[in-house]
T-cell receptor
Framework: GENVEQHPSTLSVQEGDSAVIKCTYSDSASNYFPWYKQELGKGPQLIIDIRSNVGEKKDQRIAVTLNKTAKHFSLHITETQPEDSAVYFCAASSSGGSARQLTFGSGTQLTVLP | DAGVIQSPRHEVTEMGQEVTLRCKPISGHDYLFWYRQTMMRGLELLIYFNNNVPIDDSGMPEDRFSAKMPNASFSTLKIQPSEPRDSAVYFC??????????FGDGTRLSIL
C-alpha cells in the first residue's frame, strides 16, 4: 500500500517569512495530492490539491509543487501570518476510481511567530 | 452548506460500554469516509461507503468496530465493547465522485 512521509514535524517561522513542508510517497500510481490544514479542535480542511498531470499549482499565498519522478511534493506558504499557525497534512491517493482513498502524512505543526 | 455534522463532539465512557458515533454527510455527496486520529498512528481510514454501501472496511481495527449507513444522510460508527486503546478523535468525511473530502469537526472519544 501507499506510504507517505512528511517533514518537518514542527516548523517555526517569523511572520512574513516563507514556510515549506515536504512529502514523499511510495506508490508510483498515486495521482492526486491534497493538502489539509487542521486547527485546534477542528477537522482537516482542504487548502490546495494537485493532480499528477500538473507540476505546480498556486492559490494566492499558497503553492504546491509535484515531482513525479522523485515521488515528492511540497507545500509553500509565502508571507506567513499568525493565522497560518496550524497542523498541515499532506496526502496521496492512488485510487483509480471516483473514490479518493487518502493516505495521510504524519503532519507538520506550523507556528508563525509575530 | 452546513458541512459534515458529527455528534457527539465529546464522549467519555467506561471500558466495556457501547459507543455510537454519528455523522450527517453533505447533501448530495455519494461517498462517506470514517477516520481515526491518534498521536501514534495519525489519520487512518477505517471504512468508506459509496451510495450507502460499504466498499472497503480493511481499516477497521477489530470486530468490535462496525459501521452502517442506513440512508444517504446518516451513518454510524459503533464500538462494542469499548476499550481504553479506542480513545481517539474520530472523523467523518464526505465527497462527490472524484471530489475532495470535506471533514466534520470530529468526535473526541475517551474510554476510561
Amino acid at each position: 500500500g501507499e506510504n507517505v512521509e512528511q517533514h518537518p514535524s514542527t516548523l517555526s517561522v517569523q511572520e512574513g517569512d516563507s514556510a515549506v513542508i515536504k512529502c514523499t510517497y511510495s506508490d508510483s500510481a498515486s495521482n492526486y495530492f491534497p493538502w489539509y490544514k487542521q486547527e485546534l479542535g477542528k477537522g482537516p480542511q482542504l487548502i490546495i490539491d494537485i493532480r499528477s498531470n500538473v507540476g505546480e499549482k498556486k492559490d494566492q499565498r499558497i503553492a504546491v509543487t509535484l515531482n513525479k519522478t522523485a515521488k515528492h511534493f511540497s507545500l509553500h506558504i509565502t508571507e506567513t501570518q499568525p493565522e497560518d499557525s496550524a497542523v498541515y497534512f499532506c496526502a496521496a491517493s492512488s485510487s483509480g476510481g471516483s473514490a479518493r482513498q487518502l493516505t495521510f502524512g504524519s503532519g507538520t505543526q506550523l507556528t508563525v511567530l509575530p | 452548506d452546513a458541512g459534515v455534522i458529527q455528534s457527539p463532539r465529546h464522549e467519555v465512557t467506561e471500558m466495556g460500554q457501547e459507543v455510537t458515533l454519528r455523522c450527517k454527510p453533505i447533501s448530495g455527496h455519494d461517498y462517506l469516509f470514517w477516520y481515526r486520529q491518534t498521536m501514534m498512528r495519525g489519520l487512518e481510514l477505517l471504512i468508506y461507503f459509496n451510495n450507502n454501501v460499504p466498499i472497503d472496511d480493511s481499516g477497521m481495527p477489530e470486530d468490535r468496530f462496525s459501521a452502517k449507513m442506513p440512508n444517504a444522510s446518516f451513518s454510524t460508527l459503533k464500538i462494542q465493547p469499548s476499550e481504553p486503546r479506542d480513545s481517539a478523535v474520530y472523523f467523518c468525511a464526505s465527497s462527490l465522485p472524484g471530489g475532495y473530502q470535506h471533514f466534520g469537526d470530529g468526535t473526541r472519544l475517551s474510554i476510561l
